[in-house]
């Protein structure tokens, strides 16, 4: 069974902190590898695709080890607006069809 | 920035009632989906839809379901005969040639079955 796994949390942090969040998929055949962002009961938002080593995009740093099958996101300086959950996103099939697997997201609260 | 744009935001039905939900997808996609996300757990994938027809669905999209893009702009998804269980919300999703080339996803219809 494909599975995408992540810390639910929450992690509370203050205004400033660098915070990073695991997740572990279990398809092998997975080429890309996508971070969302999903604030309360609204819909997923792409922030961020990962399809080598990882990306970067200012504050936000996305990692991915083929080997271990983990990915990470690091925010660093984070802002009140980050609170949101994040969601790791997985293609099923490989990416043959476009369906997507997502993990059940950690939830993120910046406090002042 | 285009949209995808979900109708009704939020709909009441009672149980044993058929629903519709409807998507615009983004205009120039061409792979479709529907996702829905129970209260307080995860995104499920429901079903994806590419050149008039289904190309996959997951174990949730059983014969209560079905998926019809009647004209060129809407694509909409069906409930024959909704269940307290099938209560959640509904997100459409659409996106570009290489399959995650702008997967967009729509605001979500609310549905509630009483």
């Known amino acids: 069974r494909k599975e995408v796994e992540q810390d639910p949390g929450p992690f509370n942090v203050p205004e400033g902190a660098t915070v990073a969040f695991n997740c572990t998929y279990s398809n092998s055949a997975s080429q890309s590898f996508f971070w969302y962002r999903q604030d309360c009961r609204k819909e997923p938002k792409l922030l961020m695709s990962?399809?080598?080593s990882g990306n970067e995009d200012g504050r936000f740093t996305a990692q991915l080890n083929r080997a271990s099958q983990y990915i990470s996101l690091l925010i660093r300086d984070s802002k009140l607006s980050d609170s949101a959950t994040y969601l790791c996103v997985v293609p099923d099939s490989g990416g043959s069809q476009g369906n997507l697997i997502f993990g059940k997201g950690t939830k993120l609260s910046v406090k002042p | 920035e285009p949209e995808v744009t979900q109708t009704p935001s939020h709909q009441v039905t009672q149980m044993g009632q058929e629903v519709i939900l409807r998507c615009v997808p983004i205009s120039n996609h061409l792979y479709f989906y529907w996702y829905r996300q129970i209260l307080g757990q995860k995104v499920e994938f429901l079903v994806s839809?590419?050149?008039?027809?289904?190309?996959?669905k997951s174990e949730i999209f059983d014969d209560q379901f079905s998926v019809e893009r009647p004209d060129g702009s809407n694509f909409t998804l069906k409930i024959r005969s909704t269940k307290l269980e099938d209560s959640a919300m509904y997100f459409c999703a659409s996106s570009g040639l290489d399959r995650f080339y702008g997967y967009t996803f729509g605001s979500g219809t609310r549905l509630t079955v009483v």
């Open positions: 990962v399809y080598s």
């Open positions: 839809f590419y050149n008039n027809e289904i190309s996959e």
